[in-house]
């Protein structure tokens, strides 16, 4: 089943988060609007606004602005990070066209991605509940740490362990989707059982989802991925597939790949396709979605203490959707 | 008078403002606390907190934690503007240190940046006060604006018209400390016209003290000001010293300066020093720090509808101060 059928229930409501996304990027200065405009209108798969509106309406809130307005924020944090990241990666491709940062430039991308973040805490302002912002800057937060995290590891490669991996992407990708299950379900005045429960489910739907991205970034094709194949690997990022074949490496498959990831001067292409062939040749890529799998299967338990209902349905065929997605 | 005595006043509280800002860089990721830690412990004036503690202490709130919180939030926001800033300049100092883009390069710096502001977010909404982060998090976004507006204008400096010039220092520059003065008010429960007053008042000051932040850039010696003298004429910024001096200029003159300013590949020593004495002969800077001081004047009437205590007298001060400092 694609994304769209799966979210289908919250349709109406995705097409109230668009208007309001394109009201929030209005600026008198119209290079905002322009760049604020061209990420967000390449296609993302509003995954953020989709998991807040399907926890609410799980628990039983299926009206009101409040939950479009904090869909269409979860959103605009998520996008200002991709404009960072993009900058802070030097990126070339995002969503198969031109980064940002290639076709404005790191400056005006950075201020556009914090003039993003403010205009998104002023509308989770307007949901009018402080417990739902403590929520969403806990996990802003929260991210911008994961990020850190990341660039940290990839000046020495070797020293990222499993551990560091894991909370590179819990930090980085599962605490915001974390706080879309919390952020629907305190939306919806639920209590304290369904709300621990969406939060779990968004971590673990976020974990699995970052996983998928690592994998597919050993296994897509640039035409699939809608960014460069291997990145990673080149911008020094270790990352599960690569940290699964390592440990089960040979002695001498060890020693080549330690030296090539020791190197901090780049990668020929020679090392690029030595290091490919060992996560193909020690199945890093099927592992890691193995991995993903697990967590899918957390967070569908984790729903399954949810009111039976359309959107609980969604939410589980959505948990599905994340471990079996190939872009 | 100095600044320490103009804010004495509210000197214990400045304290708990240095106490919570520590409090809230902490993080798990230690390069996450150094680098915020680097740039706010270096010497800033702590302005904004001043002024949100002077503003609730002049409307008669002069307990509680909560305006601690505020102070210490709008600093935080501050010096994630900074961070970015000094990435989006291509900064070499801050404060007579090497600027922290410097230190540990722009992605790090991008990105504790974000931490500051998803932290400053969190502490606002510890107030308690769904007013107040609304008053914030549009400062926040105007902050945003008003830089990319000055990265636009730095493309075509001859562009820039003293409309312009405005536009950027209010957004920039002023509506941050709009905000803290609308903030100690909100806090103190004041009434309309109050808020009002210290929404002015902030603003008012905003623009003066950006103001003078230009004339010393032309007129300040390095050792004062804690960074590159004219620095704001080699990053191709177009402020109203030069502005002013432009407007007084012979026809010869005006055409060398076009020629050299509409230069995009950079100045020469030559150029420099031609501008520089176009911005001395027209007294650019003098006139400059005139219209800094209409400000503060629009400032004090602002003020003098405040109630009469020692809080209001310090603002006022501190008013004068903006105009009057070298440094």
Redesign the interface.
């Known amino acids: 089943m694609d994304f769209s059928e799966i979210i289908s229930v919250v349709n109406p409501e995705l097409d109230e988060v668009e208007q309001e996304l394109e009201l929030n990027i209005k ?3 119209p ?2 609007y322009e760049i604020s405009k061209y990420l967000l209108g390449s296609g993302g798969k509003r995954l953020r606004p989709s998991v807040v509106l399907l926890a609410s309406g799980a628990c039983g809130l299926t009206g009101g602005a409040e939950r479009v307005y904090a869909g269409a924020a979860l959103e605009l944090i998520h996008t200002a ?1 991709l404009l ?1 990241d993009d ?2 990666d030097e990126a070339n491709l995002r969503r198969g066209r031109p980064a940002s940062n290639v076709v404005w430039g ?3 991308t ?6 993003m ?3 998104s ?2 509308l989770i ?2 949901c ?1 509940s ?1 417990e739902l ?2 929520a969403v ?2 996990a ?2 929260r ?3 994961g ?3 990341e ?2 590891s990839s000046s020495n490669m070797l020293e990222v362990s499993e551990e560091v991996c894991f909370g590179i992407i819990e930090n980085k990708t599962a605490s915001l989707i974390e706080s879309c299950g919390r952020v629907g379900a305190v939306l919806a005045g639920a209590d304290e059982g369904a709300k621990s429960a969406l939060s779990a489910y968004g971590f673990d739907i976020g974990v699995a989802f970052q996983l998928v991205d690592d994998a597919l970034d050993y296994s897509s094709t640039e035409k699939e991925f809608g960014k460069g194949v291997g990145q990673d690997l080149v911008e020094g990022k270790m990352t599960l597939p690569l940290l699964y074949a390592l440990g089960r490496s040979t002695e001498g498959e060890r020693e080549r790949a330690n030296a090539i990831l020791s190197n901090g001067d780049g990668f020929s292409d020679e090392d690029l396709s030595f290091v490919r062939g060992l996560v193909d040749r020690h199945r890093g890529v099927d592992r890691t979605i193995e991995t993903a799998k697990d967590f899918i299967h957390k967070a569908r338990t984790a729903a399954s203490a949810l009111p039976e209902n359309d959107y609980t349905k969604s939410l589980l065929m959505l948990a599905d959707y994340v471990a079996e997605r190939k872009s």
Chains 1, 2 share one sequence.
Not at 110 to 115: E, K
């Open positions: 600026s008198p200065v290079l905002v990070t960072h900058v802070v790191n400056k005006a950075v201020l556009v991605g914090d003039f973040l403010a205009r805490l002023g302002q307007a009018g402080l912002i403590k800057t806990d802003a937060a991210l911008a740490e990020q850190v995290l660039v940290m």
